[in-house]
T-cell receptor, first 115, second 116 residues
Framework: DSGVTQTPKHLITATGQRVTLRCSPR?????VYWYQQSLDQGLQFLIQ???????AKGNILERFSAQQFPDLHSELNLSSLELGDSALYFC??????????????FGPGTRLTVL | AQTVTQSQPEMSVQEAETVTLSCTYD???????LFWYKQPPSRQMILVIR??????QNATENRFSVNFQKAAKSFSLKISDSQLGDTAMYFC?????????????FGTGTRLTIIP
């Protein structure tokens, strides 16, 4: 158990819908990262938040957005869903910001299926 | 931008044998980290081993060791005395040394099967 929690574990929805994935980082971790793992794109970085602020953006679609709340949990919002958005979405957290290496701890992932 | 290439989509080896997984990367950075992650059928991402680019000594964690060739931009993983529990997808990953921004760039993975 990494200490990172993600809900829900599984999500099945229809094209055109909107969903929200939730992540709670390890206690004390300030950074949250979102990654997408799909058959087509492999494992790719989407976005990072550090202490409530967006820190880095990767290959995140405009239909996707994220935020990190004052209690440091994060939500990834996916809208106007398409079949190709079906994937495993990971959240990871790290202490971050210390000027040295900080390990990222991965949550168990949310499996999104778009029908 | 950094790229990570794993040229072996699948490998299999007999239990107790040694196997080496290959990874090459491309970057113009001088300070960075390299990783091997394991993803078993449970889908959990597990860090296996880490290498700092500024360190010449190859990292070792029990049965897992790396061969880091910085000039060649090569980073292979050796698993000794392989066990059934080593069956998993293995991802090579790159992280640029960057204060407060530690995104990982992954390769496409190698599916390793340990045969009893």
């Amino acid at each position: 158990d990494s200490g990172v929690t993600q809900t829900p574990k599984h999500l099945i929805t229809a094209t055109g819908q909107r969903v929200t994935l939730r992540c709670s980082p390890r206690s004390g971790d300030l950074s949250v990262y979102w990654y997408q793992q799909s058959l087509d794109q492999g494992l790719q970085f989407l976005i990072q938040y550090y202490n409530g602020e967006e820190r880095a953006k990767g290959n995140i679609l405009e239909r996707f957005s994220a935020q990190q709340f004052p209690d440091l949990h994060s939500e990834l919002n996916l809208s106007s869903l398409e079949l190709g958005d079906s994937a495993l979405y990971f959240c990871a957290s790290s202490v971050s910001g210390g000027g040295s290496y900080n390990e990222q701890f991965f949550g168990p992932g949310t499996r999104l299926t778009v029908l | 931008a950094q790229t990570v290439t794993q040229s072996q989509p699948e490998m299999s080896v007999q239990e107790a044998e040694t196997v080496t997984l290959s990874c090459t990367y491309d970057t113009s950075e001088s300070n960075y980290y390299l990783f091997w992650y394991k993803q078993p059928p449970s889908r959990q991402m597990i860090l296996v081993i880490r290498q700092e680019a500024y360190k010449q000594q190859n990292a070792t964690e029990n049965r897992f060791s790396v061969n880091f060739q910085k000039a060649a931009k090569s980073f292979s993983l050796k698993i000794s005395d392989s066990q059934l529990g080593d069956t998993a997808m293995y991802f090579c990953a790159f992280m640029k040394y960057n204060f407060g921004n530690e995104k990982l760039t992954f390769g496409t993975g190698t599916r390793l099967t340990i045969i009893p």
